[in-house]
């Protein structure tokens, strides 16, 4: 089926059974056909929209009007595009804008659209969304609509008299392993082979190091240098447009390019660990039976099951980093250098999210203020 003004078409193979997007590009002056296949009609179509919009969004808005959901998945491409989102970034945002298309705002013309029904679009999510995914949304609308009222595409913002809700849900507080089940777990870590937890290395890494779980499992032999005592984290794992994983060519922020110091306690497991790929002639540290990236969510599964044997819950692989850094909090670190440590751009992300001081240290703390009070007779 053709388009308009040599937009593009859409047609069905049905050798492949899957439906095609057709269209042209000029390359070095010539012009050439693209065509990329997806599973459903609408899914062309809506690939189609976006290269358009990608292409020269005036003119084809001119023409065909604003359609809200596609050229939300536009400005995304053309972030993904220029750079200045990663690829986890960007599926993150099409999620976001996935629970925008399911509702019945996208029924409602972009120039008709007022406040009140991006208001109660939004208030609907109060009971099924954290307040995370509210947040997410939220900002994809606003960021939406600023650009097509910058642009003059549409006369009024209807974001400028929406309310950002707060969710109902129950927002689950991260937690890190108390001193006791830390110790539990070391124990069982340091009398179990690699054959027997495959990734008891890692989580000691963790535990010992602060790294992220996708940062783990993007080590590669190469990145553990033992002359100078640190481990080189330099990339994390991701996702692609498709969902698969891969090790990307960055951290999760730029802070996150860091060498950490390689704690002395783990030094023997770092060395067994490279002996162990070594011998199979591998290079990524903690690679799947396939020789590849090990999916995190395994990893985490993996985690869950060894804790529940010993009765300990809500703690999963980002509590191991959690647990590193409340740690480091109780023994009186510098923020700074844990801020640097942690591999944040922002050292009140630090203080505020990852620091968890357990009670029995609070209460050190109180028994100094009442040892004070007493030599005062207060």
């Given at each position: 089926?053709?388009r308009?003004?040599?937009?593009?078409?859409?047609?069905?193979?049905?050798y492949?059974?899957?439906?095609n997007?057709?269209?042209?590009i000029?390359?070095?002056?010539?012009i050439?056909?693209?065509t990329?296949?997806?599973?459903?009609?609408?899914?062309?179509?809506?690939?189609i929209?976006?290269?358009?919009?990608?292409?020269?969004?005036?003119?084809?808005?001119k023409?065909h009007g604003v359609?809200?959901?596609?050229?939300?998945?536009?400005?995304?491409?053309?972030?993904?595009?220029?750079?200045?989102?990663?690829?986890?970034q960007?599926?993150?945002?099409?999620?976001s804008?996935?629970?925008?298309?399911?509702?019945?705002?996208?029924k409602?013309?972009?120039?008709?659209?007022k406040?009140?029904?991006?208001q109660?679009?939004?208030?609907?999510?109060?009971?099924?969304?954290?307040?995370?995914?509210?947040?997410?949304?939220?900002?994809q609308?606003?960021?939406?609509?600023?650009y097509?009222y910058n642009?003059?595409?549409?006369k009024?913002?209807?974001?400028?008299?929406?309310?950002?809700?707060?969710?109902?849900?129950?927002?689950?507080?991260?937690?890190?392993m108390?001193?006791?089940?830390?110790?539990?777990?070391l124990n069982?870590?340091?009398?179990?082979?690699?054959?027997?937890?495959?990734?008891?290395?890692?989580?000691?890494?963790q535990?010992?190091?602060?790294l992220?779980?996708?940062?783990?499992?993007?080590?590669?032999?190469?990145?553990?240098?033992?002359?100078?005592?640190?481990?080189?984290?330099?990339?994390?794992?991701?996702v692609?447009?498709?969902g698969?994983?891969?090790?990307?060519?960055?951290?999760?922020?730029?802070?996150?390019?860091?060498n950490?110091?390689?704690?002395?306690?783990?030094?023997?497991?770092?060395?067994?660990?490279?002996?162990?790929?070594?011998?199979?002639?591998?290079?990524i540290l903690?690679?799947?039976?396939?020789?590849?990236?090990?999916?995190?969510?395994?990893?985490?599964?993996?985690?869950?099951?060894?804790?529940?044997?010993?009765?300990?819950?809500?703690?999963?692989?980002?509590?191991?980093?959690?647990?590193?850094?409340?740690?480091?909090?109780?023994?009186?670190?510098k923020?700074?250098?844990?801020?640097?440590?942690?591999?944040?751009?922002?050292?009140?992300?630090?203080?505020?999210?990852?620091i968890?001081?357990?009670?029995?240290?609070e209460?050190?703390e109180?028994k100094?203020?009442?040892?004070y009070?007493?030599?005062?007779?207060?």
């Open positions: 089926m053709k308009k003004n040599n937009e593009g078409s859409v047609f069905y193979n049905a492949r059974n899957r439906w997007a057709q269209y042209k000029t390359e070095n002056g010539k050439k056909l693209k990329k296949s997806f599973k459903t009609k609408e899914d062309a179509e809506d690939y929209d976006i290269i358009m919009y990608e292409r020269n969004a005036n003119e084809y808005i023409n359609n809200l959901i596609s050229f939300m998945k536009s400005r995304a491409l053309v972030k993904l595009n220029s750079n200045t989102i990663s690829k986890s960007y599926i993150r945002i099409c999620d804008i996935k629970h925008i298309e399911d509702s019945e705002l996208t409602i013309p972009i120039k008709r659209m406040d009140n029904d991006i109660m679009y939004l208030n609907s999510l109060i009971e099924k969304y954290s307040n995370s995914s509210i947040s997410k949304i939220y900002s609308l606003t960021q939406t609509f600023e097509l642009s003059g595409l549409i009024h913002n209807p974001m400028l008299g929406v309310i950002k809700p707060r969710s109902m849900k129950k927002t689950e507080k991260r937690r890190a108390t001193l006791d089940e830390e110790r539990i777990f069982y870590l340091k009398k179990t082979n690699i054959s027997e937890c495959k990734y008891k290395n890692a989580f000691l890494i535990l010992f190091s602060g992220r779980i996708g940062e783990v499992l993007a080590l590669t032999v190469e990145d553990i240098d033992f002359e100078n005592n640190i481990i080189k984290v330099e990339k994390s794992l991701t692609n447009e498709n698969k994983i891969i090790c990307g060519n960055r951290t999760k922020t730029n802070a996150g390019f860091r950490v110091p390689i704690n002395s306690k783990i030094v023997k497991d770092l060395k067994e660990q490279i002996k162990y790929v070594k011998a199979r002639k591998q290079v903690f690679p799947n039976s396939n020789n590849n990236y090990t999916d995190p969510r395994k990893v985490n599964d993996y985690l869950t099951r060894i804790l529940k044997s010993f009765d300990i819950s809500g703690i999963s692989t980002h509590s191991l980093r959690y647990t590193f850094a409340t740690r480091c909090a109780e023994s009186g670190i923020d700074v250098v844990l801020k640097n440590l942690m591999g944040h751009y922002d050292i009140e992300v630090t203080k505020n999210v990852y968890d001081i357990q009670k029995n240290f209460q050190d109180i100094k203020v009442e040892k009070m007493k030599k005062y007779g207060i």
